[in-house]
């Protein structure tokens, strides 16, 4: 069922994105008099699950979910119509309009996604506000896994900045010290400020860290409720209960009672519990993966966490600035995967990976933000200058306008097959990663 609900949330997040972002090509090359012989969402080789035409533009669905297209007359694109372009040009044609009416056509795609995700990010500014935890408010320190351990940081410590810029929204600081490259972080441990020195390449194995929550939050361990069959609920444990201890030894931290119940699977220990101002010692039997039933209380139980709230004039400029931060991220993470140093191309993730990243419960507030990020990435990638993407016709658009004169159309076509060629390769090695994953 959880595959199911991330499938249906990706397959609705991508339709409503190519369709606008075809939308997008769509109505300037009617605006402009250029006919659109068909508007598809999804790829249709051999055959359509549905189609109909309206005068002379056919409207119809692919059975290929790897996108939508637009077919422009007198363009060469993925379609590959050679035909066509033998023919003498005609008027309702794309290559018979002026080079700038061309280029709005070709831009209006990326423009969509981008007008899309500014959208999207005001609507939620204004209707939900922006809540964050401040990283000062972060009063227990930080808990590490084994690479955050390696990379010289401590369970406890305090982040107070990032190569010396402070963080102030503490759940980004792992995406502060992976985008910005961080070489040093700035953390109070014990009370005294101590300069954390990153290892050199040690950025490469953060990218490929199968967490990326490498650094996390400590809290106090108070019982908000039990699971199913629970052992601690059998032995006398109730809800609001602090754990304390463990077989005589003290504890004040979650991360410190999971690291050291793991250590007595298929025990009976002696669980510590604070419950109003008594302290009881109950038996409780751990199972073989390590539990005992028990679920935690939510961290916003410990912090003060921070909401900006919006008024509609004011969420015009928020979502406008909140999605030019987002498209800078963006292409923070795109200069990754071109260094050779960070190898980040081996982590990049097909639609398996795209997938994951939606919630396994139906949750609308996080299925808008994940489009309006996907909008962003989608008008990022068919901007860049490769041919059969949008860029890669801005590209010799803007040739033409500088140098007044069209490259030719087999030049045009060559560039196409490699184009395509190109495309193809990322979308097998996007997708292999995805299925290497899987056997991993």
């Known amino acids: 069922m959880e595959i199911l609900i991330k499938a249906l949330q990706l397959i609705m997040s991508l339709s409503i994105l190519v369709i606008l972002h075809e939308l997008g090509h769509f109505i300037p090359a009617k605006l402009f008099k250029t006919r659109v012989e068909k508007f598809y969402l999804f790829f249709d080789p051999w055959f359509s699950l549905f189609k ?105 410590d305090k982040i107070i900045s990032v190569d010396n810029n402070v963080v102030e929204d503490f759940l980004k600081i792992p995406a502060e010290i992976i985008l910005e490259q961080a070489t040093t972080i700035q953390v109070v441990r014990d009370g005294k400020a101590k300069n954390i020195i990153i290892p050199t390449g040690f950025l490469n194995r953060l990218i490929r860290h199968k967490s990326t929550d490498f650094i996390g939050i400590r809290f106090p361990f108070e019982i908000a409720d039990f699971t199913k069959n629970s052992a601690a609920k059998k032995a006398g444990i109730k809800v609001n209960d602090k754990i304390i201890g463990l077989n005589g030894k003290w504890m004040n931290f979650y991360d410190e009672f999971r690291a050291e119940i793991v250590k007595h699977k298929s025990q009976t220990v002696n669980v510590a519990v604070l419950r109003n101002n008594d302290t009881l010692s109950l038996a409780v039997k751990v199972s073989a993966e390590g539990l005992i039933g028990i679920q935690t209380k939510a961290i916003t139980n410990y ?61 609308w507030v996080a299925f808008w933000n994940l489009t309006a990020f996907l909008s962003i990435i989608l008008a990022i990638m068919n901007v860049l200058p490769i041919p059969a993407l949008d860029g890669g016709h801005v590209l010799f658009l803007l040739y033409e306008i500088i140098v007044r004169r069209k490259p030719s159309e087999k030049f045009m076509e060559y560039a196409q097959y490699a184009g395509m060629i190109l495309l193809l390769g990322l979308l097998l090695l996007a997708n292999g990663n995805d299925v290497v994953k899987l056997f991993r």
Request: glycine share 10%.
């Open 303 to 363: 912090f003060i966490f921070k909401k900006h709230e919006y008024s509609v004039i004011e969420a015009i400029p928020a979502g406008a600035v909140k999605a030019y931060k987002a498209i800078g991220n963006y292409l923070k993470q795109l200069k990754l995967i071109f260094s050779p140093e960070m190898k980040a191309y081996e982590s990049l993730g097909g639609f398996i990976a795209i997938g994951n990243i939606f919630p396994s419960d139906w949750d």
């Open 52 to 156: 109909i035409k309206r005068k002379d533009t056919e409207y119809g669905i692919g059975w290929l979910p790897l996108g939508g297209y637009v077919k422009i007359s007198g363009m060469i694109d993925e379609s590959m119509d050679k035909e066509q372009m033998k023919q003498a040009p005609q008027p309702w044609e794309f290559r018979s309009k002026p080079a700038w009416q061309r280029l709005i056509i070709m831009l209006g795609g990326v423009t969509v996604n981008v007008l899309l995700a500014v959208l999207i990010y005001i609507v939620m500014l204004a209707s939900l506000g922006e809540e964050y935890l401040p990283a000062k408010n972060v009063k227990y320190g930080i808990t590490c896994d084994s690479l955050a351990l390696e990379m010289g940081l401590r369970n406890g």
